[in-house]
């Protein structure tokens, strides 16, 4: 609220709501006598005209009514499955970024719900990262009372993320009828492959060496197939503190068709703070250098590295196959 000549007025507003103790006031803002603090102790006969009030509105206030279930209003819920990217506010689209701030009810996982600002009115539900039906469950339960509901995953929500979860419980009742929306987002290999150069330039399979949802065995023939066509592959969910072999066993399979000096890119938290990208030999790689932020691309046999002038080292794949 501007002030100036209208300070007092303002002042006896806020007192009257009850609000007066929540109030901020900002003077000259930016400028060198800027002066800022609690409303309530601004000496009235001070306050110039480069003077505003700020009031926050109330955030998790016990006491402040929820939003109404806009099934009351007629209004149809749904719900939103929304990827936040790898990493960061930079590597979430516009599209998605609206969809947070429009949604009423916030349903994911504690570690990606942590990433979405808080903002006053909405419900959060952080939930552990293993119950992916229930949460899906959840998340539709609310719609279904009309509810706007957005469900966030990281990177992509696609890609071994929330979607297929949602969309699985939306093919059924009570469920069927319920609106789902799910938004693109930019999935880690992408980025990763961006922070190396080019290594996914031509084709390339993408592969979840987790086997908590898979048996090993579909992973391991996966990876000998992909292997064979000389594919670029994109390993999601290489390893974690209570899976640790996967990685080593990965790379046996794959010598079986791919030379030891194969470009690797190790891409860990990227675009996080402790972004980490590296280029080994497929022979080099080590178990013990992934973790649950790792992403791994690994070379087909066209895939090159070079060192450019300023000692960086890139990677790409080219688009033009040698003729057989
Ligand atoms: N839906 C996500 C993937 C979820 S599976 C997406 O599209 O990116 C979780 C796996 O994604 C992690 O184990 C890791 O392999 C990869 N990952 C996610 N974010 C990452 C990041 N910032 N840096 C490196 N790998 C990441």
């Known amino acids: 609220m501007k002030l100036g000549r209208t300070f007092p007025t303002v002042r006896r507003a806020l007192e009257r709501s009850g609000r007066l103790a929540d109030a901020r006031y900002v003077e000259r803002a930016t400028m060198s006598a ?19 009030a700020v009031l926050p509105s109330r955030i998790d206030t016990p006491g402040t009514p929820d939003a109404p279930d806009a099934s009351a209003s007629g209004r149809p819920g749904e719900v ?69 509901v957005a469900v966030v995953s990281s990177g992509d929500p696609g890609v071994f993320a929330m979607a297929t979860a949602v969309l699985e419980a939306a093919s059924e009742e009570p469920y069927r009828d319920v609106p789902v929306r799910v938004l693109p987002g930019m999935t880690a290999a992408h980025a990763a492959a961006a922070r190396a150069g080019a290594p996914l330039g031509h084709d390339y399979a993408v592969v979840s060496l987790s086997d908590r949802l898979k048996p090993w065995e579909v992973i391991a023939e996966r990876l000998r197939a992909a292997a064979a066509a000389d594919l670029v592959l994109a390993l999601y969910n290489p390893g974690s503190r209570s899976r640790v072999w996967q990685v080593g066993k990965a790379r046996e399979l794959l010598l079986e068709h791919r030379a030891p000096d194969t470009p690797v890119v190790l891409g860990r938290d990227i675009g996080g703070p402790e972004e980490s990208v ?47």
């Open 34 to 52: 800027e002066r800022t603090g609690s409303l309530g102790e601004v000496d009235p006969s001070s306050v110039p005209y480069f003077s505003v």
């Open 80 to 148: 939103v499955v929304v990827g936040l990217g790898p990493a960061g506010p930079l590597w979430l689209t516009p599209e998605a970024r609206g969809e947070l701030a429009a949604a009423e009810d916030l349903v994911g996982y504690t570690t990606y719900l942590d990433r979405v600002p808080v903002r006053p009115g909405q419900r959060r539900h952080p939930s552990d990262n293993k119950v992916e039906a229930e949460r899906a469950e959840f998340a539709l339960d609310l719609a279904r009372r009309g509810r706007r």
């Open 278 to 324: 590296r280029i080994i030999r497929l022979a080099d790689l080590d178990p013990a250098d992934v973790d649950m932020r790792t992403i791994l691309l690994i070379g087909s046999s066209q895939t090159r590295t070079a060192r450019r002038g300023d000692g960086t080292e890139i990677v790409w794949t080219p688009r033009r196959y040698p003729e057989g």
